[in-house]
């Protein structure tokens, strides 16, 4: 499997977002979710960048960004994004954000008050409640997931990751999406994220929907257990005049296991085609 890079940094309040930039054409920029990082969202990345400027980063606290003791949570992400935008000189991008990349999208259009030419969400965490079993263990025991062994750290990681995808997935993948969390820094930042999740950065933003002034596009794997497909349904009930796909054989791991079928509907919705 080719080596992902990120070649460029921003430095926001003194701690690093590594990004990069790839292709010509109308300005997109991609955000991934949790425990994601840019990596996963290179299936779309690459044919995007073929008629668009495609700008990618790792979040704050995740890949190859800072993964350093601080703030991590949606409420900072945000801000960031909205940083970056000034930082890469775009004004009004189309933006695709998938799982708490799609919430980040919501969050800055909505509180942050950032405009988009387009909004294309994929399994987005948007609708309160969310947060699974585990996510409610590790926000309650922190500290002790910290401290377990790297051995048993790293299957955990393993054994979560693998329950967001459909199908199993192919090992080289999952080693790539496991590596950043077990790098040095990794295992304390990956239930440092999961200990800032929290609803309240979706409820403060729910009430708002009915004001998304930007088309959208809504994605959503058909078997995703993470966020069941009826949250998507519910999302698009209230976003005003938005489109919704449901991408059959895929689950929250869509962007890794049907990334055609996403890309089919995702280029022509930002070239003002008909979407399939």
Do not use: C
Not at 17 to 45: A, E, M, Q
Not at 178 to 190: D, I, N, Q, S
Request: avoid cysteine.
């Amino acid at each position: 499997m080719t080596e992902w890079t990120l070649p460029e940094a921003y430095i926001f309040n003194g701690r690093t977002v590594r990004y990069g930039i790839r292709g010509d054409g109308p300005p997109v920029v991609v955000i991934h979710g949790t425990p994601w990082s840019s990596f996963n969202l290179r299936h779309l990345i690459e044919p995007l960048s073929s008629y668009f400027t495609v700008h990618y980063y790792d979040l704050i606290g995740y890949g190859q960004s800072d993964k350093s003791p601080g703030d991590v949570s949606l409420g900072i992400q945000n801000l960031i994004l909205d940083a970056l935008l000034d930082h890469w000189g775009l004004m009004n991008p189309a933006v695709i954000g998938h799982d708490f990349g799609g919430t980040t999208v919501l969050r800055t259009h909505l509180l942050s008050g950032r405009d988009f030419e387009k909004i294309v969400l994929i399994d987005p965490v948007a609708i309160s409640p969310w947060g699974s079993p585990f996510f409610q263990h590790v926000n309650a025991h922190e500290a002790a997931f910290a401290g377990v062994p790297d051995y048993i750290h790293e299957a955990i990681v393993r054994a979560y990751v693998k329950t967001a995808a459909f199908k199993p997935m192919d090992d080289a993948t999952l080693d790539r999406i496991v590596r950043p969390w077990t790098e040095p820094g990794g295992k304390a930042a990956f239930y440092r994220q999961i200990s800032q999740a929290n609803s309240r950065y979706t409820d403060e933003m729910q009430p708002l929907y009915s004001r998304v002034s930007s088309p959208v596009l809504i994605l959503w794997g058909r078997e995703d257990t993470w966020m069941p497909v009826e949250k998507g349904q519910a999302l698009h009930g209230m976003i005003p005049d938005s489109f919704f796909h449901v991408i059959p054989d895929a689950g929250h791991l869509v962007i890794e296991e049907q990334p055609d079928q996403l890309i089919e509907r995702i280029r022509p919705f930002l070239q003002n085609a008909p979407v399939p």
